[in-house]
Nanobody
Framework: QVQLVESGGGLVQAGGSLRLSCAASGNIFSINIMGWHRQTPGKQREPVATITSGGKTIYLDSVKGRFTISRDNAKNTVYLQMNSLKPEDTAVYYC??????????WGQGTQVTVSS
């Protein structure tokens, strides 16, 4: 598995932007998918954006056109650019990396708060 360190969360007004970063270390060559999930109290963690080793991206419907996931293989880092943020985007965002179906690793989470 791998170790993941997230950064970039914070407080922003509605309509603003944030960029989350997730740096991977360890057995990075076995990663075939990386992504971001989010979770709010009392709700299940939901996938927000995913990127495969081949560059294919998948987004949660509610973030399409606003969020962009990207990957810098040289830096072993995945990013989530979040634009036009809404209060309902408020959540703890978790980075994950996986070698599907063998294993999944998770970051510690970073809080994103969007004020109205």
């Amino acid at each position: 598995q791998v170790q993941l360190v997230e950064s970039g969360g914070g407080l922003v007004q509605a309509g603003g932007s944030l960029r989350l970063s997730c740096a991977a270390s360890g057995n990075i060559f076995s990663i075939n998918i990386m992504g971001w999930h989010r979770q709010t109290p009392g709700k299940q963690r939901e996938p927000v954006a995913t990127i495969t080793s081949g560059g294919k991206t998948i987004y949660l419907d509610s973030v399409k056109g606003r969020f962009t996931i990207s990957r810098d293989n040289a830096k072993n880092t995945v990013y989530l650019q979040m634009n036009s943020l809404k209060p309902e985007d408020t959540a703890v965002y978790y980075c994950n990396a996986a070698n599907v179906p063998a294993w999944t690793s998770w970051g510690q989470g970073t809080q994103v708060t969007v004020s109205s």
